[in-house]
């Protein structure tokens, strides 16, 4: 017997509910001129292999399907596997198998990250050379330490200046050790990540054509198109290649989307602050900047973001309680192929 799936709590702030039909995805007319005007349409749906699939990526993956369709442009599938302990092939293939139980199809190969570290690698070789990236050899208790220690006494219940993720920002400690001491580290083998110098980068002269300032251009839920200002220091010394890989998500979402040709970002709003570095890293490597839309984000009903850390219910766990593709697409507010 099929299962019928409740309605979805009310989204803080407009009131209002998701299970609503998305402004960007009925099936009929065409999106404003502003948001066409991009050709050949190209988007993206990028999750990674380290849990299952919840509803939350379901609506942005329908989202993205609806939207190319309604563009009529391509949509790309994108695994971003670049965690080497968290991301596993068989999550890799769950998520295949739960996209097409969901009836979505995708254009073109799936571009899997973790074969391509030696692109990302090239990226993070020319921003240092060109002393945009220096070696960290910081831990992370080392850098919370300072950070806490730099903080003035009478600044509040947190004193600490932290990124847009919550995560402390780097004082800068390893950005001026002298070359010899760097390559000592580095020839035994001292673990390090490498950092990109935010103040340097955010000298680096803009590219003919484009603003001094920072901006993008976002299309909303009623289709119009506007210009976003961004602001990269906000993120301080960024981590852009981890210990174990030569890329962070950071570097590699820039680099992939460039070589992917995609034109149209559509993700959720826990993203939308990492669009301001991602604009740097694009103007720094010399990439095209893609449009952006950043929906509201699916939420439990108690008002929390679903999230594969939190163990929300996976969509196998829908499917093996009898719950059909076309009551997960009804919930979230698209069309049901074949219903009018």
């Given amino acids: 017997m099929e299962r019928r799936l409740p309605r979805l709590p009310a989204q ?40 299952r699939l919840h509803r939350g990526h379901a609506y942005s993956a329908l989202l993205n399907a609806a939207l190319a369709a309604r563009l009529g442009g391509r949509l790309l599938l994108r695994i971003e596997d670049i965690d080497p302990v968290r991301s596993r092939p068989d999550l890799a293939a769950a998520i295949e198998a739960d996209l097409a139980w969901l009836g979505l199809r995708f254009d ?45 006494a009478d600044h509040g219940q947190d004193p600490v200046r932290r990124d847009p993720d919550g995560t402390p920002l780097y004082p800068g400690t390893c950005r001026h050790l002298a070359a010899t001491e760097v390559a000592a580290r580095q020839a035994m083998g001292t673990p390090h990540t490498w950092r990109l110098d935010m103040a340097r980068a955010l000298r680096e002269p ?16 009623q289709g119009a198109v506007r210009t976003v200002p961004a602001d990269p220091a906000r993120w301080g010394d960024a981590v852009i290649a981890r210990r174990d890989v030569p890329t962070s998500y950071h570097l590699a979402v820039v680099h992939d989307d460039a070589a992917q040709g995609v034109t149209h970002v559509v993700r959720g709003q826990d993203l939308e602050a990492a669009t301001d570095l991602h ?29 594969k850390s939190k163990g929300s219910q996976s969509l196998q766990d829908l499917r093996a309680e009898g719950v059909t593709p076309a009551a997960i697409r009804a919930q979230l507010g698209f069309p049901v192929p074949g219903v009018a």
């Fill in 108 to 152: 073109g190969p799936v571009r899997r990250q973790s074969e391509h570290l030696p692109e990302y690698r090239a990226d993070l070789a020319a921003l240092a050379a060109r002393g945009l990236a220096y070696p960290c050899f910081c831990s992370r208790s080392a850098i919370a330490a300072a950070a806490v220690s730099a903080a003035p």
């Fill in 12 to 51: 803080r702030g407009r009131g209002r509910l998701l299970a609503a039909r998305h402004r960007l995805h009925p099936d009929e007319g065409s999106l404003p001129a502003p948001i066409r005007r991009v050709s050949p349409p190209v988007l993206r749906f990028a999750p990674s292999p380290n849990g």
């Fill in 279 to 307: 604009l740097l890293l694009q103007r720094l490597l010399g990439l095209p900047s893609p449009r952006y839309h950043h929906h509201a984000l699916i939420r439990d009903p108690a008002g929390e973001k679903l999230a």
């Fill in 206 to 221: 803009a590219r003919a054509g484009e603003p001094g300032a920072y901006a993008y251009l976002a299309f909303d839920s």
